[in-house]
């Protein structure tokens, strides 16, 4: 994970030694950015013009179906009019026959066109999607941590018996979506550590006396994760369904519920909670999402509300990228000590100290390859004119 060296934490400053706002490696991150941006744009570039070619070969289809249409109705007008008051049974047997050969040349040439129109909009739509997954699977990486500033929200869930998940993430009018693969189908609560919570119980046959009780809830699956920023929801259940317990907690507190009862507003069962052992369950939840996810896959991204793939809208996505990112370019320039030169160091837990930069003018140039789409990034990034 970025940020990480042997468990303890990397810290990213400016070059006057002020903390980064962002502790991860912005020069790296500048230059994956670059590199996505010369990836996807000709790809989104082509996807549009495959679409435009579209619209026009169903444009000239159809006008040549509206041709042959015209062409049997003038023959259709011609022949009925050539036969107005013709009683003879010879010549309006050849008219029947005439019109009918008509009719089904015409409605044959018809289907042929519809149908190579149908080949042509079923080739495209492969061409396109197979754009669009390729699009897809090179924004996933830069997506998964280079987003800066995004509210990311995790989940996992039951589905078909299997334990999936989703991460959610969204900034300004954008959000994205990754489907989560874990490492294991089904998870126990015993996986991530053993666990007891306190419930009440009626003792004896006769008597009605309640008495508290330690529940095992080692063997219980988990069914439901819900976790953003500090706050997470889980739900533990075993066999039976009815027998689950609901841990919330945020910064300051956790609640559990068990059935519909609120185990820590009672002030008996909450005496009888190892709080300890709830807030260590809690971490390794929280945890869960990075120890325990194998895989994540960038399945859409929606920006003002509309799929940026399929309406190609992935260079607007770019733009505001670029407009985070150029705010901290500025910054970077602002307390360096070489005009020009986007600068940050990097210092790791022994105390070694490195520093990495990129020349305003080198992300200028890349960028400018990609064309008019490139240099309008350059011109958001702030690098324009280096």
Known sequence: MHGRHGGLKIRYTFQDSTDFPVQRDFIQDLQ??????????????SAIAIKNENRQ???????????VERFEKDIRDYIESRTVGVNAVEILEVRERTLETSSNVAL????????????ENKLDLMETQQLYTRILSTLGPFYEGSVYGAQNTYYAYIEDRILRGKHVGFIDTMQYEFELLFTQDTRKVKDLQNLSLPVWSKSGILS????VKSVDVSDFHITNIEYEGDNLRAVLEDRDPENRFIISS?????????????LTGDPELAAALNKDSVDAFIVKLKEFF?????SERLRRITIDGKNAIEENKIFDCLKLIASIYGELVTECLQRGYTEGEITIKIEEPGG???????????????LSTIGSEGKELAAILRVAGA
């Open 208 to 211: 009605r006396e309640k008495k």
């Open 57 to 67: 070969k169903l444009s000239i289809f159809e006008k040549q179906i509206q041709e």
């Open 108 to 119: 044959a040439k018809k289907n042929e066109k519809l149908a190579e129109l149908d080949r």
């Open 352 to 366: 070694f100290r490195t520093e990495k930069y990129l020349e305003k003018s080198e992300i200028s140039s890349e």
């Open 290 to 294: 990075t120890e325990s996810v194998g």
């Open 250 to 262: 945020d910064d300051k507190a956790f609640l559990i519920i068990h059935r519909d009862y609120e």
């Open 32 to 45: 994956d950015f670059i590199r996505i941006s010369k990836e996807v744009i000709p790809l989104e570039k």
